[in-house]
């Protein structure tokens, strides 16, 4: 059985010690990113003063995010408002390759602009694992849940296997007869970045979108034990 991003390293980097001073330096570093810094050289000075590792140090970049920009993302999250729409744009690979990430039992980031995040990196390859037709299936039952009857699963082009996936992102919806578009194309992100509805835990993506719909947290409370870290 496929573990989707895990490192044997984990076990020491994100539990104990480690993941005490892991939250103290994320303090830190959103005093830094709240004074104007940029993540990266911020991440870079702060995992030097505690060694921490690079996968430490991108958990790091990957939950925290200035006061600025989580009161930008949340003023735009769909579900505070009560408001929802009739069709879901859902950045595909990034979504379901973080829902396989916490049924293989790997860390799961919750981080601070409220979105869900993963280690795992894409790198421009990607495999249909044993979890993926459950991580379809928990989206598409999520959608049905807070009634928005259409999706939309955008796919990256330039990734490996894209168009495999898409044939199954499509026999599954029909399986479970749900309503399901799904569209392989050059540039993701920069399509998602116009849109409303969005779904992704993409930060750049959530900077720039109309609005989106922060599903994955509700998606995770029905797994019950997962590997979950918050700094």
Same mark, same amino acid.
């Given at each position: 059985?496929?573990?989707?991003?895990?490192?044997?390293?984990?076990?020491?980097?994100?539990?104990?010690?480690?993941?005490?001073?892991?939250?103290?330096?994320?303090?830190?570093?959103?005093?830094?990113?709240?004074?104007?810094?940029?993540?990266?050289?911020?991440?870079?000075?702060?995992?030097?003063?505690?060694?921490?590792?690079?996968?430490?140090?991108?958990?790091?970049?990957?939950?925290?995010?200035?006061?600025?920009?989580?009161?930008?993302?949340?003023?735009?999250?769909?579900?505070?408002?009560?408001?929802?729409?009739?069709?879901?744009?859902?950045?595909?690979?990034?979504?379901?390759?973080?829902?396989?990430?916490?049924?293989?039992?790997?860390?799961?980031?919750?981080?601070?602009?409220?979105?869900?995040?993963?280690?795992?990196?894409?790198?421009?390859?990607?495999?249909?694992?044993?979890?993926?037709?459950? *991580? &379809?299936? #928990?989206?598409?039952?999520?959608?049905? =849940?807070?009634?928005? +009857?259409?999706?939309?699963?955008? !796919?990256?082009?330039?990734?490996?296997?894209?168009?495999?996936?898409?044939?199954?992102?499509?026999?599954?919806?029909?399986?479970?007869?749900?309503?399901?578009?799904?569209?392989?194309?050059?540039?993701?992100?920069?399509?998602?970045?116009?849109?409303?509805?969005?779904?992704?835990?993409? *930060? &750049?993506? #959530?900077?720039?979108?109309?609005?989106? =719909?922060?599903?994955? +947290?509700?998606?995770?409370?029905? !797994?019950?034990?997962?590997?979950?870290?918050?700094?």
């Amino acid at each position: 059985m496929a573990k989707r991003g895990f490192v044997p390293e984990d076990g020491e980097q994100f539990t104990g010690k480690q993941l005490g001073l892991l939250q103290k330096a994320a303090d830190e570093v959103q005093f830094l990113l709240d004074q104007g810094y940029d993540v990266k050289p911020v991440t870079t000075f702060v995992g030097n003063h505690y060694m921490f590792s690079e996968r430490q140090r991108l958990a790091l970049a990957r939950s925290v995010s200035s006061k600025e920009w989580i009161g930008k993302r949340s003023g735009k999250e769909l579900l505070k408002q009560g408001n929802l729409i009739k069709t879901a744009r859902i950045d595909g690979f990034n979504t379901i390759i973080t829902l396989e990430v916490a049924l293989s039992g790997s860390p799961i980031l919750y981080c601070r602009d409220g979105a869900v995040r993963d280690l795992a990196g894409l790198r421009g390859t990607y495999r249909v694992i044993d979890k993926t037709q459950k *991580a &379809i299936e #928990l989206i598409l039952g999520q959608l049905k =849940i807070l009634k928005i +009857p259409e999706s939309v699963f955008y !796919l990256d082009a330039p990734v490996s296997n894209s168009g495999r996936l898409s044939t199954f992102i499509r026999q599954c919806a029909e399986d479970i007869g749900s309503h399901v578009q799904v569209q392989v194309i050059p540039d993701v992100d920069r399509m998602l970045e116009q849109m409303e509805g969005v779904i992704s835990g993409d *930060a &750049i993506i #959530l900077n720039h979108c109309i609005s989106w =719909i922060n599903i994955m +947290p509700r998606i995770l409370d029905q !797994l019950g034990q997962i590997w979950k870290i918050q700094l």
